[in-house]
């Protein structure tokens, strides 16, 4: 079955990195676009992010916009989202989901998988 497994996640300052990974089974990962998403406690799901299935079509949601990066590597089947610049804030659950094509897009049409998700939070 599809499994999307994150990892991490953790407490960083303000200013600070972090690379999130989410390891992809289950399903030939290179078909298919993949995403981000986050929830911070007691807020709606927010997208963050989206990539192609090739890796050469990226979308961000305009509040992460030149800080954060999303890529994939086909052949580990995984996605990454590098995270520059992190903003103070509550806890949030950042979570990978596969979309049903190939197509990257914004927003959470066509997601059909998602992960569970690491807890980030910055603080200092």
């Known amino acids: 079955q599809v499994q999307l497994v994150e990892s991490g996640g953790g407490l960083v300052q303000p200013g600070g990195s972090l690379r999130l990974s989410c390891a992809a089974s289950?399903?030939?990962?290179?078909?298919?676009?993949v995403s981000w998403v986050r929830r911070a406690p007691g807020k709606g799901r927010e997208w963050v992010s989206d990539?192609?299935?090739?890796?050469?079509?990226?979308y961000y949601a305009d509040c992460v916009k030149g800080r954060f990066n999303i890529s994939r590597d086909n052949a580990k089947n995984t996605l990454y989202l590098q995270m520059n610049s992190l903003r103070p804030g509550n806890t949030t659950v950042y979570s990978c989901?596969?979309?049903?094509?190939?197509?990257?897009?914004?927003?959470?049409?066509?997601?059909?998988?998602w992960g569970k998700g690491p807890l980030v939070t910055v603080s200092s």
């Open positions: 989901a596969k979309r049903g094509g190939t197509v990257a897009t914004k927003g959470f049409e066509s997601m059909d998988y």
């Open positions: 990539s192609n299935s090739g890796g050469g079509n990226t």
């Open positions: 289950g399903f030939t990962f290179s078909s298919y676009a």
